[in-house]
Nanobody, 126 residues
Framework: QVQLVESGGGLVQAGGSLRLSCAAS????????MGWFRQAPGKEREFVAA????????YYADSVKERFTISRDNAKNAVYLQMNSLKPEDTAVYYC???????????????????WGQGTQVTVSS
């Protein structure tokens, strides 16, 4: 069983920055595909960003492209989401997710990921 723990959320003014972290307990973390999703009140969970095991492929939702950056540090079993130029519409609970199987991957689909963290709240004020 893979366990994921997010941290780094908080309250920030519009235009500010936050860096989210996700710590994984898996023993083969370097082989996991990792994703970030978010869910705002009353809305469906939506894709934010994803990164492959090789770090050569990253994926972003159009709404966060050029503002957010996903990265990973396999030595630390961690994935990060650097969020710059935050907007009030970025307010949501952010979830880290892991795909551990080595089958073909559709990074934007939530059902591709078998393991999820508890989430961390990000609130952006106007």
């Amino acid at each position: 069983q893979v366990q994921l723990v997010e941290s780094g959320g908080g309250l920030v003014q519009a235009g500010g920055s936050l860096r989210l972290s996700c710590a994984a307990s898996g023993r083969t973390f370097s082989s996991y595909r990792m994703g970030w999703f978010r869910q705002a009140p009353g809305k469906e969970r939506e894709f934010v960003a994803a990164i492959s095991w090789s770090e050569s492929s990253t994926y972003y939702a159009d709404s966060v492209k050029e503002r957010f950056t996903i990265s990973r540090d396999n030595a630390k079993n961690a994935v990060y989401l650097q969020m710059n130029s935050l907007k009030p519409e970025d307010t949501a609970v952010y979830y880290c997710a892991a795909k551990t199987t080595k089958s073909n991957w559709l990074p934007t689909r939530s059902n591709e990921y078998a393991y999820w963290g508890q989430g961390t709240q990000v609130t952006v004020s106007s």
